[in-house]
Structures are given as structure tokens and as C-alpha cells.
């Protein structure tokens, strides 16, 4: 299991939410390639970046910023936010993407199906969960499906990955909701990877000791940026 640093977009900056609300915003850095850059160097693997913007108002606003990252280092971007069409999603692999994550569009059956027939091994499915629904629409509104059985579903669909992101410990250092990724783990066959509340190096042994195979990664923003921990402190 590896750590997946993060970058989120808005207004051209680094930026992260506390629990996704748009207006409790912390400013890390205006210059994104220099943050990947950094992230790289300091040995990532793979970057997670969102398009924040694109996340509220389904569209996408950073592709320009996004281009820019995927020319800067060699490791795989994994994209999310504002990807509700073939052409988004498209556009953003053009810009040199490896993987684009689906969120609130992937609720629709007839999307997730065609995306995963055309594009399968460069997608991934994002499960946002607030009190245990799916949350979409840059996580503003609470669908009305169980985030568990969505996972399971789009999982017996084919999924390869997908991205489980407990909301409310989203940018809390308070540690991930460890219960929640071993219930998904154990419920689908596609890898998965862990978002939300990490503020430690305990933090992340604690998923590892969780010891699911199909847990590949955690993606970690906050903790990174105010230097709780680096990526070379993980074991």
C-alpha cells in the first residue's frame, strides 16, 4: 500500500477543504507544477490531482494547470472532478491523465457501463460518502444510494479501482475511517483506495495492518502539506 499525494485545484491553486465545504479553503501553493514537482522528487508514484472547480460546477476549469503537471513528471496523474461526459473525460486523458476519476456521474448506470467498455483500465470510480450515502455534485448534495452497495455494483460491473472517501474526516488529521475501508475492501474485488482523514505515519499503518490485499493505496493532502509526515517516513 502506497500514499497517493494530492492536488487540488481552484483558481489555479493548491489548495484543500475541510470536509469539502468550498468556503473553508487553506492556500498551499499558486504554482501547481512546482507542488507536483515536489510531491515527485520527494518519491511519489502516482499524483491524485482534482479539479475542484469542475467538482461544484460540473465543468472542467483547470485542464490548462493540468497539462502543465502531466508534462512536468513522469509519474501517473489520476484525475477527478467535473467528469460527467464522454468528452470530458476524453479531454482530460488527451492532457496526459492516466486515470479519471468518475464521481457523481458514475451513478448513471448507461455512463458507467460505456465509460468502463471504452475506457476501462483508465477509470476510476469515485465513492464519496457522507453518513454513509453517496455524495455528488463536489460533494454539495447526499444521494440516495448506500455507498457500500454502490461499491459492490460497480464492482461486479468490472471497475478495476475506485477511490472511497470518508467526507467527513476529509481534511480533519483525525485519522481514517478504518472500519469504512475494511467494509469496502471486503465487499468488492476491484483495488481500492482510501481517502480522508489521515494526520499521521500511525495514521497510514493503520490501514496497513488492516492487511486487504486489494487496498492499494491512500491519498493523503493536509497532513503532506503541513509536514505531519513525508512520503519517505512511510514504510
Same mark, same amino acid.
Given at each position: 500500500?502506497?500514499?497517493?499525494?494530492?492536488?487540488?485545484?481552484?483558481?489555479?491553486?493548491?489548495?484543500?477543504?475541510?470536509?469539502?465545504?468550498?468556503?473553508?479553503?487553506?492556500?498551499?501553493?499558486?504554482?501547481?507544477?512546482?507542488?507536483?514537482?515536489?510531491?515527485?522528487?520527494?518519491?511519489?508514484?502516482?499524483?491524485?490531482?482534482?479539479?475542484?472547480?469542475?467538482?461544484?460546477?460540473?465543468?472542467?476549469?483547470? /485542464?490548462?494547470? %493540468?497539462?502543465? +503537471? *502531466?508534462?512536468? @513528471?513522469?509519474?501517473?496523474?489520476?484525475?477527478? &472532478? $467535473?467528469?460527467? !461526459?464522454?468528452?470530458?473525460?476524453?479531454?482530460?486523458?488527451?492532457?496526459?491523465?492516466?486515470?479519471?476519476?468518475?464521481?457523481?456521474?458514475?451513478?448513471?448506470?448507461?455512463?458507467?457501463?460505456?465509460?468502463?467498455?471504452?475506457?476501462?483500465?483508465?477509470?476510476?470510480?469515485?465513492?464519496?460518502?457522507?453518513?454513509?450515502?453517496?455524495?455528488?455534485?463536489?460533494?454539495?448534495?447526499?444521494?440516495?444510494?448506500?455507498?457500500?452497495?454502490?461499491?459492490?455494483?460497480?464492482?461486479?460491473?468490472?471497475?478495476?479501482?475506485?477511490?472511497?472517501?470518508?467526507?467527513?474526516?476529509?481534511?480533519?488529521?483525525?485519522?481514517?475511517? /478504518?472500519?469504512? %475501508?475494511?467494509? +469496502? *475492501?471486503?465487499? @468488492?474485488?476491484?483495488?481500492?483506495?482510501?481517502? &480522508? $482523514?489521515?494526520? !499521521?505515519?500511525?495514521?497510514?499503518?493503520?490501514?496497513?495492518?488492516?492487511?486487504?490485499?486489494?487496498?492499494?493505496?491512500?491519498?493523503?493532502?493536509?497532513a503532506l502539506y503541513e509536514k505531519k509526515f513525508t512520503l519517505r517516513d512511510v514504510?
Amino acid at each position: 500500500m502506497f500514499v497517493i499525494p494530492a492536488i487540488d485545484l481552484k483558481d489555479g491553486k493548491c489548495v484543500r477543504l475541510k470536509q469539502g465545504k468550498r468556503d473553508e479553503v487553506t492556500v498551499y501553493s499558486d504554482d501547481p507544477v512546482a507542488q507536483a514537482r515536489q510531491w515527485e522528487t520527494g518519491g511519489a508514484t502516482v499524483i491524485h490531482v482534482v479539479d475542484l472547480d469542475g467538482a461544484f460546477t460540473g465543468q472542467q476549469a483547470n /485542464l490548462d494547470w %493540468v497539462a502543465k +503537471i *502531466c508534462a512536468a @513528471v513522469k509519474c501517473p496523474i489520476q484525475l477527478g &472532478g $467535473g467528469l460527467r !461526459s464522454r468528452e470530458a473525460v476524453e479531454r482530460a486523458l488527451g492532457c496526459g491523465v492516466s486515470r479519471v476519476v468518475l464521481g457523481t456521474q458514475a451513478l448513471s448506470e448507461p455512463f458507467l457501463q460505456s465509460m468502463l467498455a471504452e475506457f476501462k483500465k483508465h477509470i476510476v470510480v469515485g465513492i464519496d460518502a457522507r453518513d454513509g450515502k453517496v455524495a455528488v455534485e463536489g460533494w454539495t448534495q447526499k444521494s440516495g444510494a448506500d455507498a457500500f452497495e454502490f461499491a459492490r455494483k460497480v464492482s461486479a460491473m468490472g471497475a478495476m479501482r475506485m477511490v472511497f472517501t470518508d467526507v467527513q474526516t476529509d481534511g480533519m488529521l483525525s485519522g481514517p475511517p /478504518l472500519a469504512s %475501508v475494511g467494509r +469496502i *475492501c471486503t465487499s @468488492v474485488q476491484s483495488q481500492v483506495i482510501a481517502s &480522508g $482523514g489521515v494526520g !499521521s505515519v500511525q495514521d497510514v499503518q493503520a490501514l496497513q495492518k488492516l492487511k486487504h490485499p486489494n487496498l492499494e493505496g491512500v491519498i493523503v493532502g493536509k497532513a503532506l502539506y503541513e509536514k505531519k509526515f513525508t512520503l519517505r517516513d512511510v514504510p
